[in-house]
């Protein structure tokens, strides 16, 4: 399903830099805002790149000009002179999982929600501009609460224009190549690319996981192991400097990934926690089970397939590479018992504690369709009992109260509303879906007072829909209009 809002060629609306015109076109009409957005974009994100470079081109210098003195009216507090933008007559669903509420007014000014009221109580203040939504829905800006955006091999720019246009205001990445993260997540933050928020984790993990392609490939030019993003972690390791390395990254979170010992993680944890960092960690960090993962503190546990070690009472193994290619995969077996009863002591202290659950549904949604061998160990019918087993291991999250995160953990070009359509395919509504790529997922980074929900002093990162995602959370993919910390930009649906 695909609908688009604004013709070819039409970037109407696209608004990119303070000094720029902000022009709304009423949904519906033909009229567009001044110029192409993509282009101008292009052209002060070439601009930075030849500044970096001294190449100006002559055509782009007065973009840069504009640029500049909107950077410095900023830094001098001058800005923009205030904006008030009122989307009326539409219906609010605002990430918390509050029932819908129809017939709302929504309040931006200056990039920040003002307010949500009734339509019919509430009178425009002179001046606003007013953008009437009539049978539409606004949901908060989606988060993709695990991707590994570096492993992207075509153009990163292209990648994360096309995310922001399906709805994506920001993600969490949880492993990859942090000297390009860095770069990207300020040109997001700055405005100089279509891009969602790029919030990002430095890897620990102990020596057997050095070698593994993925860390050799994200910190290429470095010995293994020895990247601040990508360290390798033992007892004799510094713990307060390597983690002062991981935070110089510029990372929000730790994620910590295999062959560390129970004590060893608790450590971690409490050192990171003293420099201010998230700690989230795979459910199963081999060889310790998701309960003594938990134990030591941690803020998150991602993908629920690794919960089925906590069915298990021996000794896993020690490495990601057995654990997971060999001794995993035939663990979810049709046999194996109900998740409930087995998890349940687990789920109650992670609802206690506030720790989510990174839900990743669609790795063994993906794999148990792709062709034998695709996973050393794994076939299509080992994951298909994965995903069945996962279904119920998350709908028995659900009950218990934990959060829940949305996240596609792939390279950024899967629809986070795929993981959605998956979540409520195991039983969730679509309201807890909503959430679940929303506030919950803002929550777990830790961005939560800002991001995630559509309530005043929120930043206003909004998707506008055309159908009713509560009704059918397929109608999710039904993007009409992002919104961006109060600019829109067109879509580009999401399939
Ligand atoms: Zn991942």
């Known amino acids: 399903?695909?609908?688009?809002?604004?013709?070819?060629?039409?970037?109407?609306?696209?608004?990119?830099?303070?000094?720029?015109?902000?022009?709304?076109?009423?949904?519906?009409?033909?009229?567009?805002?001044?110029?192409?957005?993509?282009?101008?974009?292009?052209?002060?994100?070439?601009?930075?790149?030849?500044?970096?470079?001294?190449?100006?081109?002559?055509?782009?210098?007065?973009?840069?000009?504009?640029?500049?003195?909107?950077?410095?009216?900023?830094?001098?507090?001058?800005?923009?002179?205030?904006?008030?933008?009122?989307?009326?007559?539409?219906?609010?669903?605002?990430g918390t999982?509050?029932?819908?509420?129809?017939?709302?007014?929504?309040?931006?000014?200056?990039?920040?929600?003002?307010?949500?009221?009734?339509?019919d109580t509430w009178e425009a203040p002179d001046g606003a501009e007013v953008v009437d939504l009539s049978g539409h829905f606004v949901i908060p800006g989606m988060i993709n609460g695990h991707v590994h955006l570096t492993a992207h091999?075509?153009?990163?720019?292209?990648?994360?224009?096309?995310?922001?246009?399906?709805?994506?205001?920001?993600?969490?990445?949880?492993?990859?190549?942090?000297?390009?993260?860095?770069?990207?997540?300020?040109?997001?933050?700055?405005?100089?690319?279509?891009?969602?928020?790029?919030?990002?984790?430095?890897?620990?993990?102990?020596?057997?996981?050095?070698?593994?392609?993925?860390?050799?490939?994200?910190s290429m030019g470095y010995e293994p192991?020895?990247?601040?993003?990508?360290?390798?972690?033992?007892?004799?390791?510094?713990?307060?400097?390597?983690?002062?390395?991981?935070?110089?990254?510029?990372?929000?979170?730790?994620?910590?990934?295999?062959?560390?010992?129970?004590?060893?993680?608790?450590?971690?944890v409490e050192e990171a926690h003293r420099q201010g960092l998230k700690v989230w960690a795979h459910a199963t960090v081999f060889p310790v089970a998701p309960r003594n993962v938990l134990a030591a503190g941690v803020d998150g546990l991602e993908?629920?397939?690794?919960?089925?070690?906590?069915?298990?009472?021996?000794?896993?193994?020690?490495?990601?590479?057995?654990?997971?290619?060999?001794?995993?995969?035939?663990?979810?077996?049709?046999?194996?018992?109900?998740?409930s009863e087995a998890l349940a002591p687990l789920f109650a202290e992670m609802a206690a504690r506030d720790v989510h659950l990174g839900t990743t549904l669609h790795i063994s949604h993906r794999l148990a369709r792709m062709e034998p061998e695709v996973e050393r160990g794994w076939s299509p019918s080992a994951w298909a009992n994965q995903e069945a087993w996962e279904c119920k291991a998350t709908k028995a999250a659900r009950d218990a109260g934990v959060?829940?995160?949305?996240?596609?953990?792939?390279?950024?070009?899967?629809?986070?509303?795929?993981?959605m359509e998956l979540l409520v395919g195991c039983g969730l509504t679509p309201l807890e879906a909503i959430t679940a790529a929303t506030l919950a997922a803002a929550e777990a980074i830790g961005v939560g007072e800002r991001l995630g929900s559509i309530e005043p002093g929120k930043v206003a990162d909004l998707v506008v829909l055309s159908s009713d995602p509560t009704d059918n959370i397929l109608n999710v993919r039904n993007v009409i209009r992002v919104m961006k910390a109060g600019r829109w930009y067109e879509s580009v649906g999401a399939e």
């Open 97 to 119: 999982g509050a029932p819908a509420r129809p017939g709302q007014v929504v309040v931006v000014e200056n990039g920040v929600i003002a307010g949500v009221h009734p339509a």
């Open 403 to 419: 959060a829940l995160v949305a996240g596609t953990d792939f390279d950024g070009s899967i629809p986070i509303q795929a993981e």
């Open 153 to 218: 091999r075509g153009d990163p720019e292209a990648l994360l224009s096309g995310m922001l246009r399906q709805g994506v205001t920001a993600v969490r990445d949880l492993g990859g190549d942090t000297r390009t993260l860095a770069v990207l997540a300020r040109d997001a933050r700055l405005g100089m690319i279509d891009s969602p928020n790029i919030y990002f984790a430095a890897n620990f993990f102990g020596p057997a996981f050095a070698s593994d392609p993925r860390v050799r490939f994200s």
């Open 225 to 268: 192991g020895t990247a601040p993003w990508a360290q390798t972690i033992t007892d004799e390791v510094d713990l307060a400097l390597a983690v002062a390395e991981a935070r110089g990254t510029g990372a929000t979170g730790l994620k910590l990934y295999t062959s560390l010992d129970q004590p060893l993680l608790g450590r971690i």
């Open 1 to 94: 399903m695909r609908i688009i809002y604004s013709r070819a060629g039409n970037h109407a609306g696209v608004l990119r830099t303070p000094l720029e015109m902000r022009r709304i076109v009423p949904l519906g009409s033909a009229s567009s805002a001044a110029g192409s957005g993509r282009n101008r974009v292009r052209c002060t994100h070439q601009l930075w790149l030849n500044m970096r470079y001294p190449h100006l081109r002559s055509s782009c210098v007065a973009v840069l000009v504009a640029f500049a003195l909107a950077l410095n009216a900023r830094a001098q507090g001058m800005g923009d002179a205030p904006q008030t933008l009122v989307l009326k007559n539409v219906t609010v669903i605002d």
């Open 303 to 339: 993908h629920t397939f690794l919960l089925l070690a906590e069915n298990h009472n021996g000794q896993l193994p020690t490495t990601w590479a057995a654990g997971f290619h060999e001794w995993l995969p035939g663990q979810a077996t049709p046999g194996v018992a109900g998740s």
